[in-house]
């Protein structure tokens, strides 16, 4: 099955740009997501981009595909402290199988 | 639309008792899920179902049972609870096999 890894932790100062990465190892993923998780909240879907796309930029947010290397990332631009939380990977491959990462959790410093 | 509901949002249980955790839809989705999630772990499909009457295991399905009797209902079962059940349980429903999903609040379980 696919697996789907990511660090554990980011830290970034407010105003600067944070860039979470993830590797997955299924070449057939057609969908990859990130999600955002607040604390004691469920997931929030933040955007996604399909495997046939290089990039896909959402106001703040850019996702950038690299097929070749199976890697994912997501850029947020001027982070803010509301952006603290934890940000998930997934991909979807097959029969409406989505796989998560562990999820990388993003502290905002004022 | 409310989306997706979960109640109850937070119930503690003794070894050995069962309960049933609900999942609501109101968004005429076919596609449902439950995942739970668990420190350094992410979050693992125990069940899931394409449709009204019919469901299937995921990754980790043992201890739990599904069905699917409405588009709209997708209880979760447990039978006989374990502190291994300790964790946070999400439901998830998509328009269809390849569409997004949209998770719950998420009900967290706590087993004594």
């Known amino acids: 099955g696919e697996d789907v890894e990511q660090s554990l932790f980011l830290s970034v100062r407010e105003g600067d740009s944070s860039v979470i990465n993830c590797t997955y190892t299924d070449s057939s993923s057609t969908y990859l997501y990130w999600y955002k998780q607040e604390p004691g909240a469920g997931l929030q879907l933040l955007t996604y981009i399909f495997s046939n796309m290089d990039m896909k930029q959402d106001q703040r947010l850019t996702v950038l595909l690299n097929k070749k290397d199976k890697h994912l990332s997501l850029r947020i631009a001027d982070t803010q402290t509301g952006d603290s939380a934890i940000y998930f990977c997934?991909?979807?491959?097959?029969?409406?199988?989505?796989?998560f990462g562990i999820g990388t959790k993003l502290q905002v410093i004022p | 639309n409310a989306g997706v509901t979960q109640t109850p949002k937070f119930q503690v249980l003794k070894t050995g008792q069962s309960m049933t955790l609900q999942c609501a839809q109101d968004m005429n989705h076919e596609y449902m899920s439950w995942y739970r999630q668990d420190p350094g772990m992410g979050l693992r499909l125990i069940h899931y179902s394409v449709g009204a009457g019919i469901t299937d295991q995921g990754e980790v399905p043992n201890g739990y049972n599904v069905s699917r009797s409405t588009t709209e209902d997708f209880p979760l079962r447990l039978l006989s609870a374990a502190p291994s059940q300790t964790s946070v349980y999400f439901c998830a429903s998509a328009r269809g096999r390849q569409e997004t999903q949209y998770f719950g609040p998420g009900t967290r379980l706590l087993v004594l």
């Open positions: 997934a991909g979807l491959a097959g029969y409406q199988k989505v796989t």
